[in-house]
């Protein structure tokens, strides 16, 4: 066992607090991470105040991890110590269902294991990245390629997967008109990917507070939801629209919005159930999606992409003992517009 520096949340309502946790011994397939920034989502929060079904205390949360490979296993091929890696929101599979086998390890029939609050394959809870190290299978382990900082790039394993994929899978590409809902986290990887992707970029945001970052991250409007007109202006426009808030939201008014067969996909996750009238689907054919992280191959190609394009995540390094500071940060949307945690200060 490998014990390390870590921080852990203990209980629904007190503050992430300094601890050690055991790593397992390396196995044939495991590989040693030396963690090197380990950013911040709103799963964590959510995951370590009990907000989404009772929590196994303590855990320590963080699935936006970067680092160096420490050590390999015996049998560890894809791997050598020294090589740039990342780890995401899971860190095994079952392998064999069909999901699986067609590479997407996300939707395992049998659950994924996710990278904390889990079970891992070996009857131990999992732990996450807020912490020096981590031990995960060489097959859950991704490259993060040269031209690609650790730190920028330790968000998009979590925000860059979960807007990468569902814009893939509905096909962005030059010409699509894209529409994202919300720029926090997830919103402004999905305005750089898209843009990238050669889409037109429009962002959906609450107010015009930061529309000259919308615009300056690759977006080529910029409409305020809180202004009525726009729901009107903006009518049968959009080939795919990403919804990456978690707040609840006027499904009807946003489905309006797409051209026939555009396709609304929820990214975020809102807790109350969200309501929607036939008649704002049928008339266009139009669909309501959602989509969850990716599998391993695609975020692999993710990250290749990102490093082709030269996109990261833009981030405000913060130390350990800021993380609970930073909780409230999120919680306000005062972050532009993701934390990174340099994994030196655990
Ligand atoms: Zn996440
Ligand atoms: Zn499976």
Redesign the pocket.
């Known amino acids: 066992m490998l014990t390390v520096n870590a921080y852990a949340a203990t209980s629904a309502t007190g503050p992430l607090t300094p601890t050690t946790i055991e790593r397992r011994d390396l196995g044939p397939h495991d590989v040693l991470i030396d963690i090197t920034f380990s950013g911040i989502c709103h799963s964590d929060i959510h995951t370590a105040r009990s907000e989404w079904g009772a929590t196994n205390y303590p855990i320590v949360v963080g699935h936006e991890i970067a680092g160096v490979v420490r050590e390999v296993g015996a049998e560890v091929t894809k791997f050598a110590a020294g090589d740039r890696v990342g780890v995401g929101c899971m860190v095994d599979?079952?392998?064999?269902?069909?999901?699986?086998?067609k590479g997407l390890?996300q939707?395992?029939?049998?659950?994924?294991v996710g990278t904390y609050g889990a079970v891992d394959r070996d009857g131990r809870p999992t732990q996450g990245g807020y912490a020096q190290a981590i031990v995960v299978t060489e097959d859950f382990v991704l490259r993060i390629p040269d031209g690609l900082a650790l730190d920028v790039a330790a968000p998009l394993l979590c925000a860059g997967i979960t807007t990468y994929s569902p814009l893939r899978h509905w096909g962005v590409g030059p010409g699509s008109r894209v529409a994202v809902i919300g720029l926090g986290g997830l919103g402004h990887m999905a305005v750089k990917l898209a843009h990238a992707m050669g889409a037109e970029v429009t962002v959906l945001s609450q107010s015009l507070k930061k529309q000259e970052d919308g615009l300056r991250l690759g977006a080529d409007h910029y409409y305020a939801t809180g202004d009525e007109e726009t729901f009107a202006k903006l009518a049968d426009s959009f080939d795919v629209i990403l919804n990456t808030v978690s707040a609840k939201i006027d499904l009807d008014a946003y489905l309006g919005l797409l051209a026939v067969d555009g396709t609304l996909v929820n990214v975020g996750a809102p807790e109350e159930p969200l309501s929607v009238r036939a008649f704002s689907l049928i008339p266009a054919r139009r669909s309501f999606a959602g989509s969850m992280i990716g599998g391993i191959a695609e975020t692999q190609e993710m990250l290749d992409f990102c490093a082709e394009h030269g996109l990261g995540a833009e981030i405000e390094v913060i130390r350990a003992e800021q993380i609970n500071e930073a909780y409230e940060r999120v919680l306000a949307s005062d972050v532009r517009y993701r934390f990174v945690i340099d994994a030196s200060t655990f």
């Open positions: 599979s079952c392998r064999e269902c069909d999901n699986c086998r390890e939707y395992c029939l049998n659950g994924n």
